[in-house]
């Protein structure tokens, strides 16, 4: 049970700044904004594991014996009901960055009823796959279970959350029924028909009404292309992996390419993940080393001492200004504050410190190719 007595929240207006949301446009219900900053729910810990662990409770498919999927291991749950509280009864944050396979919509469900918040002032981003079947019947027939365990009867926004059902580094193919899915049956399989025909899912989840937008993520240019080429809505999100490390790793093209189609980017990741990532140190075009986290960046820790802000508001303020919405994890409520105040208690990184920050980039996926975004089909670039 969380304390609801300790601190104190924060009023309704007060998340309400002249930039704190960005428009959605393509699938969109007419006049639909998006909070730009969310709280990442993924990565919330596991069983016996500690809060942050890596990767997230539930990027595995809790698997038995006989095929079945198991719910999440205690833990996780608390983990993630106590920070959707914090949130939003605390921090005054409005958007939520769920999804199916961090097997967690229930906690999430039960941190927004403890919070006391309307319904009809949250955000909830939710995403379906890859741990999950797609295609046409089975994109419809997550989303109603989504639903039901986040106990609403709409989805502010619904992502795609991989162009491909299975994640880097996992062997598990989740069951499927579309045969332009079911990658057993190599005579009916087609990975772009299949991508094709879960967005056509998506579309028709959107003109019934139950999402009020719709969207993917980690679609590279080629993947965004392909629903061009077919006639279809575009998407009007597109959620990566964005920090300045690897900006270059195809983010910088990925997003001039959506402002060019009016698809709103989001980054998760976007302080680098400093509880489980490092980065090499890259001194005149070798790599010497590894920085602990991007948040201890020479560049990042001297912009924060120059602005007087922390560095993880120097990281989250570069995105913001490039236009990218973001959705940092955090279980701490200082950090929470801390993110949304990029947009409550605005300031300006003036254009050389910009280029300072956006000059960081470094092609991670050559200095580290296992890092799950390097890694497999459908990995960016
Ligand atoms: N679409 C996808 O495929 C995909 C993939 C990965 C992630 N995501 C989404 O993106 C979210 C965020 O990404 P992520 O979890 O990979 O990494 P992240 O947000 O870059 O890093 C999370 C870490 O940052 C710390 N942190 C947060 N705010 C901070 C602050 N102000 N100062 C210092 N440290 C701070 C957190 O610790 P504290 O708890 O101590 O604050 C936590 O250890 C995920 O939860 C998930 O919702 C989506």
Redesign the pocket.
Known sequence: MVNTHIHHSRSKSSVATPDSSFPLFNAAEKNLKMPAVGL????YGGNNEP??TYP?CGAEPHIDSSGHINPPPPGCGSNTEKAVYTWLHNAGGRRL?C?NS?YNHKSVAQGIQQSGVDRSEIFILS?VGPTFGLGFNDTINQTMIILQELQTSWIDLL?V??PIMVHPHETYIPPTSDPLCNVSNPSTYSEKNCRLSTWSAMVTLFNRGLVRSIGV??YNVTHLQEIIDAGMPLPSVN?V?F?PYNYRTGRADLLEFCQKNNIQLVA????????ARQFPVVHEGKPTGMHATL?QDPVIISLARTYER????ILLRWIHQLGVAS??????EI??R??LDILLKPFTINNDDMMRITNLAQDTCEVDPDWYECVGNGSLP
Do not use: I
């Open positions: 990442g729910l993924g990565f809060y942050g997230e960055d999804a961090y995403k992502l959350h991989w993520s980690n959620q992996s920090n998760y990741s976007p302080l680098g993940v400093p509880d948040l922390t560095e993880a508001q959705n940092p994890r955090s279980m701490n950090h929470m801390e993110n």
